[in-house]
């Protein structure tokens, strides 16, 4: 997500606020979130291409393994300020934490967590990783689920800032695969294109975007056409694309029947009603994490 996407994200919910009254719960903590990860990422170095772990000259044998199927960056190779991911951890924590009825005791382990670097790296290649995380999770006293949320809210400003470095890298017609080509993310969104209706995926940590084919769960690869389909609303805006061979869905929007500009890690949020009917009919969301294989 480029600063100006985020910009105009937090002008749009400014908008919704001042129409409404008030944010839902949930868009009021998004708008929070993003705030502060604006905020890092502003203070990141302009182009983390340039040297240390994403110069040209560690990139260079990166671009072979696409070719294999294997994304650019595994966790080593992602252009890192530790310190900013514990600046920035603290101020997540301290946001989310406001929204959990046992705030107390899960502020406190995620304050133990942004205190105790070792740790967090470790639990940081661990979610990026997909192990589990439950050590992690255990020792500090906090769910599972919170730290996996919390992890990937805070690494994503670094880890979107290196995908809009290194996107230009990749040949889009070649990859074409259910993970992301930059960071080996999972999507969570598509959208179909103004001009040729071509189906995109959006990845659900680093924001990179890569073309896929319209008749293929990413998820599973099951190109049945008898067992894929997709739902719309009235406006033929919104698609839940859903596959009975794994029974998983991803929503898409269709820029060919709008005309404003449409941003895109918004919607993700804008369109949770359609993630409640999917999951009513019995549909899972993204898996956290897809095999690798070429």
Sequence with gaps: MTRDTEDKILRKLEELEAQEGRLPAPLELYRRILAAQAEAKASLAASPIKSGPLSAEAIAPMESGLIAGVPLLSFEKQAVDWAAVQRLLRKVSAIVVEYLEDAAKEAAGLESLAADLPALEKAAQAWYECSPLSSFAEAKGVSEELLSFV????????????????????????????????????????????????????????????????????????????????????????????????????????????????????????????????????????????????
């Design 151 to 294: 992890l990937q809210t805070t690494l994503h400003p670094f880890l979107a800032s290196n995908s809009e470095a290194l996107i230009g890298l990749i040949d889009q017609e070649a990859w074409r695969r259910g993970y992301c080509p930059i960071c080996g993310g999972v999507p969570d969104f598509a959208f179909l294109t103004k001009d040729l209706g071509t189906r995109w995926l959006l990845c659900s940590r680093c924001d990179a975007e890569w073309l896929f084919q319209r008749l293929q769960c990413p998820y599973c690869g099951n190109q049945d056409q008898n067992t894929l389909a997709y739902f719309t609303d009235d406006s033929e805006l919104y698609r839940l694309y859903v596959c009975e061979a794994c029974r998983r869905y991803i929503k898409a929007i269709d820029l060919r029947r709008t005309g404003e500009e449409i941003l895109l890690p918004l919607e993700r949020i804008l369109t949770a009603e359609m993630d409640d009917q999917a999951q009513e009919e019995g549909y899972e969301p993204a898996p956290p994490c897809l095999p690798h294989n070429p």
